[in-house]
Antibody
Framework: QLQLQESGPGLVKPSETLSLTCTVS??????????WGWIRQPPGKGLEWVGS???????FYNPSLKSRVTISVDTSKNQFSLKMTSVTATDTAAYYC???????????WGQGALVTVSS | EIVLTQSPGTLSLSPGERATLSCRAS???????LAWYQQKPGQAPRLLIY???TRATGIPDRFSGSGSGTDFTLTISRLEPEDFAVYYC???????????FGQGTKVEVK
C-alpha cells in the first residue's frame, strides 16, 4: 500500500526558506507515469496546488508561486522535497504531498504538515 | 488558466436527503479531467470521483458524478452522517500539466 509522509520544521521565520520532505513507501518514485505533488491549505481556507514533479524529473509549478518554489527528488531515499523562499505569513498552511493516478487526479495523500510563518 | 467556481458555498441538509453540488469551469475541461474530493476537519482530502463520473476505489455508490465541458455535478443520493464535510472539485490541465481546485462546498447538518 502506497504511503506518503511529510516532514520538516513546523515554524519558519518571515523571509526565510520553507523546506519540506515527502517520504514515499510502497512504491518507487521513479517508476510509473505519475506526478508527485505538493498542495497547500491555509487555515480555514481551500486547497491550492503548489507544484509537481513527474516520475522522469520534470517539474511544473503554480505560476503564482513559480518564482519562489523548487521541487526536487532524491530517488536513493525515495523522497521528494519542496523549498519555498522568502516566505511570509500568507504562506502559513497545511502542506500535503500527494501522488496522481493515471488520470491526473490525486488519489494518494500524506496526512499533511502544518507550517507556520512567524517571527 | 481555468477557474473553477463551486456552488453553493454551503448546503444545509438533513441525513437521508439528496445533495447536489455544482462545479463550473471558466473554459472547457480537457478530457473531462475533473475530480471531486471530500475533506473532513483535520484530515487530508479523499478522492471520490475522477474523470467526471468514475468512482474511486472504495467509494460508496451513493456518490455519483456527472457533467462535461464546463458544468459538472456531484450528487450524494442519500446523505449519511459521515458525509457531512467539505467537497472540492479539481481539474487537471495537460499543456503544461497544472491543477486547479474550486473553492469548496460545505455540506452541513440542517
Amino acid at each position: 500500500q502506497l504511503q506518503l509522509q511529510e516532514s520538516g520544521p513546523g515554524l519558519v521565520k518571515p523571509s526565510e526558506t520553507l523546506s519540506l520532505t515527502c517520504t514515499v513507501s510502497g512504491a518507487s518514485i521513479s517508476s510509473g507515469n505519475y506526478f508527485w505533488g505538493w498542495i497547500r491549505q491555509p487555515p480555514g481556507k481551500g486547497l491550492e496546488w503548489v507544484g509537481s514533479i513527474y516520475y522522469d524529473g520534470r517539474t511544473f509549478y503554480n505560476p503564482s508561486l513559480k518564482s519562489r518554489v523548487t521541487i526536487s527528488v532524491d530517488t536513493s531515499k525515495n523522497q521528494f522535497s519542496l523549498k519555498m523562499t522568502s516566505v511570509t505569513a500568507t504562506d502559513t498552511a497545511a502542506y500535503y504531498c500527494a501522488r496522481t493516478s493515471g488520470s491526473g487526479d490525486y488519489n494518494y495523500w500524506g496526512q499533511g504538515a502544518l507550517v507556520t510563518v512567524s517571527s | 488558466e481555468i477557474v473553477l467556481t463551486q456552488s453553493p458555498g454551503t448546503l444545509s441538509l438533513s441525513p437521508g436527503e439528496r445533495a447536489t453540488l455544482s462545479c463550473r469551469a471558466s473554459q472547457s475541461v480537457s478530457g473531462n479531467s475533473l475530480a471531486w474530493y471530500q475533506q473532513k476537519p483535520g484530515q487530508a482530502p479523499r478522492l471520490l470521483i475522477y474523470v467526471a463520473s468514475t468512482r474511486a476505489t472504495g467509494i460508496p455508490d451513493r456518490f455519483s458524478g456527472s457533467g462535461s465541458g464546463t458544468d459538472f455535478t456531484l450528487t450524494i443520493s442519500r446523505l449519511e452522517p459521515e458525509d457531512f464535510a467539505v467537497y472540492y472539485c479539481q481539474q487537471y490541465g495537460y499543456s503544461p500539466p497544472h491543477w486547479t481546485f474550486g473553492q469548496g462546498t460545505k455540506v452541513e447538518v440542517k
